[in-house]
């Protein structure tokens, strides 16, 4: 059983940077496409970044630039920097796994309705963004 847990997020001024974590239990990520979603109040939850198990990496538009998707393989962790931040980025942010060779088929996290091929879930944590 894979187990995402979280670390990182909090409150920081518009413009400030975070770096979030997500250490996964139970089984190595380096077979599984790891992404980053966040869901703000009243919106859908959407994808921001994701690294599949062959390197390859993508970002949605609207994190592009600021975001930066990671790993460390000696510590089985995903992380997200992220620099620039403006209110409008104020949600909670969810670590995912999903199915290897994700990004092959799909090409872009933030295509929608996708939510379910991501089969394992952190509890999420929230990113709040002060102007």
């Known amino acids: 059983q894979v187990q995402l847990v979280h670390s990182g997020g909090g409150t920081v001024q518009a413009g400030g940077s975070l770096r979030l974590s997500c250490k996964v239990i139970?089984?190595?990520?380096?077979?599984?496409?790891m992404a980053w979603f966040r869901q703000a109040p009243g919106k859908e939850r959407v994808g921001l970044a994701a690294i599949d198990s062959d390197g390859t990496i993508n970002y949605a538009d609207s994190v592009k630039d600021r975001f930066t998707i990671s790993q460390d393989n000696n510590e089985n962790t995903l992380y997200l920097q992220m620099n620039a931040l403006e209110p409008e980025d104020s949600a909670m942010y969810y670590c995912?796994?999903?199915?290897?060779?994700?990004?092959?088929?799909?090409?872009?996290?933030?295509?929608?309705?996708?939510?379910?091929?991501?089969?394992?879930w952190g509890q999420g944590t929230q990113v709040s963004v002060s102007s």
């Open positions: 995912a796994a999903g199915p290897g060779g994700w990004l092959t088929r799909y090409k872009q996290i933030a295509t929608p309705g996708r939510l379910g091929d991501f089969g394992y």
């Open positions: 139970g089984d190595s990520y380096t077979s599984y496409c």
